[in-house]
């Protein structure tokens, strides 16, 4: 089944003005014709793509500077800020105050996702875990195992230096 395709000019504006618009014209009529061709549909295929071709080299030759220079100055897209996903539901009650004064300190540079795995400046941490981190960070002095595991996460340094936290062992009761 062989597909039509429309191009259209914009509303308001006369086709024959425009030697654009009636190469656009041009093509389109071409091409409907050769769809009502009694032709192979890999024949059709052909045949409409190297009009597309033609059109697509003449929009290149023809394209004027206004338009080139609307395409460059147009404005940036604006970015949304997502918020940063909670998990801190993942830390013990009595160290969960803590351990969201230590998020709330991260830069905006440092983000991580629903399961933990952080992201400094658009770059993911391979094998980070901000749960871990902030385990670390908020556990007492006497909880090695989860001191140990804190330490050996690969983003451990960069969070506990952007947070402004004390090194691991030096916790005070709050």
């Not at 059109?55 to 604006?78: C, D, G, M, N, R």
């Not at 351990?99 to 540079?109: G, K, Q, T, V, Y």
């Not at 050996?152 to 506990?160: E, R, T, W």
């Amino acid at each position: 089944m062989a597909r039509r395709i429309l191009i259209k000019s914009p509303q308001g504006s006369n086709p024959l003005d425009d030697p654009i618009e009636q190469k656009i014209l041009s093509i389109d009529q071409k091409i409907k014709s050769l769809l009502s061709l009694d032709l192979q549909e890999k024949e059709k295929v052909l045949l409409v793509n190297q009009l597309l071709q033609e059109y697509f080299k003449y929009k290149t030759q023809h394209s004027s500077p206004t338009q080139e220079l609307a395409a460059i100055l147009k404005p940036p897209p604006v970015e949304t800020v997502m918020p940063r996903p909670i998990i801190t539901h993942n830390i013990q009650s009595q160290q969960r105050n803590r351990a969201e004064e230590i998020i709330n300190n991260l830069p905006p540079s440092i983000t991580w996702d629903s399961l933990g795995r952080i992201t400094h400046s658009g770059e993911t941490i391979p094998r980070s875990n901000l749960i871990d981190i902030l385990k670390g960070l908020t556990a007492q002095p006497s909880w090695t195992r989860i001191i140990s595991k804190a330490r050996k996460d690969p983003a451990f340094s960069l969070i506990q230096a952007e947070s402004g936290e004390k090194p691991i062992g030096a916790w005070e009761h709050y």
